[in-house]
């Protein structure tokens, strides 16, 4: 069989057999595609005078067990071979850039230490400070959803969770769905069959949750969803949804995911595998407090203006407001 040979200084490609032989079945020259010369050396005379022509160019660099390997032409027979020709100087040239690339690779490590540490020292921001665990007058919730619908594309609530401002939970249930789960959604919600074997039936949590949340502030991400799977209706002046926040919007006006809004605004990295919906919760009550002044003034201005509407509709149609 041919064997395909290097030559790394001419740069050109050749094949020969075990006897050295470089022709193909026709008597002819053969060459591989692709190689970098443009030459075929159809013969070895030529090949050995270019290892010849290499090994006087370079007289001082070269050994004399290199001077011998150069000066034979059946040497060229095995690509392994080819190092040989690598003289002295590039030999420590290609060292240099072995150690350079260490250095870097090192000191990169060093850096993601660094930081890995820095992060451990810095405290998170999500773990509660106090531990007070009353019913404050705002409440942050989050939900975690099961597939329910033969195809499990129908959402049902599996587990829902209530904190206060102090980050405490004050409420955390697993929920029965009422028709069968057919999709646990494991790898999002956390939620596992054996959650559900002793949790508790959706009215009665329906019920409680309603009772904490009546009259006060709730804060969360895209409540819409929750509130849905609650099959509960809030005031909207009491909402504060992270998820249609004007300065947590994108460009595009739309709204961004809770673990970029947590990154972004909070520096902390959540939900980076199973969801947990008290880490959520949190995370979204951070971001109201960081911002409540802000956000609080925006909702009275929206306030007035609608108020103002209201009195402008009056005096224009007193007769329709009266029959």
């Known amino acids: 069989m041919p064997v395909f040979h ?33 030459v075929d050396y159809s013969a070895r005379a030529d090949m050995q005078t270019k290892v010849s022509a290499r090994a006087q160019t370079y007289p001082l660099e070269c050994t004399a067990k290199q001077s011998k390997v150069l000066d034979s032409a059946k040497y060229w027979e095995h690509e392994f071979h080819a190092r040989a020709l690598v003289t002295p100087l590039e030999q420590e040239e290609a060292k240099k850039k072995k150690k350079k690339k260490k250095k870097k690779k090192m000191g990169r490590k060093r850096k993601e230490r660094s930081n890995e540490e820095s992060d451990d020292s810095m405290p998170n921001p999500l773990v509660p400070t106090s531990s007070d665990c009353s019913v404050t007058d705002t409440i942050a ?8 619908s033969p195809l499990g594309n129908k959402s049902a609530l599996g587990r829902v969770t ?26 999002i919600s956390g939620i596992r069959p054996r959650d559900l074997r002793k949790a508790k039936e959706f009215r009665l949590v329906q019920k409680k949750v309603a009772e ?38 994108n460009r595009e ?15 902390v990295k959540i939900q980076n595998g199973e969801h947990c919906p008290v ?41 329709r407001e009266k029959l």
């Open 6 to 38: 290097y030559d790394r200084f001419t740069g050109c490609t050749w094949t020969g057999t075990s006897t050295g032989q470089r022709f193909n079945r026709l008597n002819q020259p053969v060459r591989k595609q692709g190689s970098r010369s443009s």
């Open 162 to 187: 209530l904190v206060n401002k102090c980050g405490n939970v004050i409420y955390d249930e697993y929920v029965r769905p009422v028709d069968r789960v057919v999709d646990f959604r494991t790898a």
């Open 141 to 148: 919730m989050d939900c975690e959803m099961v597939g329910v």
């Open 212 to 249: 904490l949340i009546k009259g006060r502030i709730l804060v969360g991400h895209a409540l819409r969803n929750d509130l849905r799977a609650l099959l509960l209706s809030h005031s909207k002046k009491d909402l504060r949804d992270t998820s249609e926040y004007q300065p947590f919007l």
């Open 253 to 267: 006006g739309r709204s961004k995911a809770l673990r970029h809004l947590a990154a972004e605004f909070l520096g």
């Open 279 to 319: 880490e959520d919760a949190r995370a979204a009550m951070l971001l109201y407090q960081k911002y409540k002044k802000e956000w609080e003034k925006s909702i009275k201005d929206f306030i007035r203006l609608k108020e103002k509407q209201k009195k402008r509709k009056q005096k224009r149609n007193p007769r």
